[in-house]
């Protein structure tokens, strides 16, 4: 049996700033979210991460998929200025008769929180509806919330 693996190179970016309000803020907001799916063939699945304290911000993130003769695909990237950070992983894998992908988004606005979201979804040839799970959450120095992303965050 041939099986196929491929791991996406994480990304991480770290920014420092010297403005003396953004130094104000004492306590790290951090915060981020992971997910994936397994089917019988084929897996995929993605983590983003965030961290703030006003004086600096970084993001990392990465996937990992698999597929027994199969097709995967992994990226990440990550953007930043001096006010906002921003992670994207994706992962897929796919065979003849399975698919499953997952994707996280995280983005940082500096000194203020930390939100980012997995969505990941499987699917194979049965004729059934796929099966797809999501999170989301929002950090900030009060604390984080936890979400299935349906309502606000």
């Known amino acids: 049996m041939n099986s196929r693996t491929l791991t996406a190179a994480t990304a991480a970016l770290m920014l ?5 309000a953004a130094m104000a803020q004492q306590r790290p907001i ?7 799916v397994d089917g019988r063939g084929v897996t995929a699945s993605t983590y983003g991460a965030g961290t703030t304290d006003g004086s600096s911000l970084g993001v990392t993130g990465g996937g990992t998929a698999t597929a027994e003769d199969g097709r995967v695909r992994t990226d990440s990237t990550a953007r930043l200025n001096d006010r906002r950070a921003m992670q994207r992983s994706t992962a897929s894998a796919r065979t003849d008769d ?5 994707r996280t ?7 203020e929180d930390v939100r980012s979201r ?7 040839r049965d004729g059934g509806p796929p099966v797809r799970e999501s999170v989301c959450t929002r950090s900030t120095a009060t604390g ?3 979400t299935d992303c349906r309502g606000p965050n």
Do not use: H, W
Not at 16 to 20: E, R
């Open 144 to 146: 984080t919330v936890t």
């Open 16 to 20: 420092t700033l010297a403005s003396p």
């Open 105 to 111: 988004r995280t983005v940082v606005r500096n000194g």
């Open 118 to 124: 997995t969505t990941s979804m499987y699917r194979d």
């Open 98 to 102: 399975e698919m499953a992908r997952s």
């Open 30 to 36: 951090t915060g981020g979210t992971s997910g994936g």
